[in-house]
């Protein structure tokens, strides 16, 4: 492969850094998939319980998740790009 300097650079074990990588991700892929299943099975469980008990205080916190959750994602919009530099850095440090 060709870097800037157009100098030719030789790859030293990319099957093991491949093998690392798919790890890490599915690791990481089954985390995250058990924790969503886990947390909508206690978003509806819990938001039962509470709009039986007081319709109005489940509507305040409807609406205060909402909010946050605006708010979390308009803050954070430029942390994937973040991310993407810091992979391709590290990438980049493999070689």
Not at 19 to 34: C, E, H, K, M, R
């Amino acid at each position: 492969e060709n870097n800037a300097g157009d100098e030719v650079v030789q790859i030293d074990n990319p099957d093991q850094r491949i093998t690392q990588d798919i790890d890490s991700f599915t690791a990481v892929s089954l985390s995250f998939g058990i924790t969503a299943l886990t947390s909508v099975i206690d978003l509806f469980s819990f938001s039962s319980i509470l709009y039986s008990i007081y319709p109005p205080l489940f509507g305040a916190i409807v609406a205060y998740a909402t909010l946050g959750t605006g708010l979390t994602a308009y803050v954070g919009r430029d942390l994937s790009k973040q991310n993407f530099a810091a992979l391709r850095s590290e990438a980049d440090f493999r070689y």
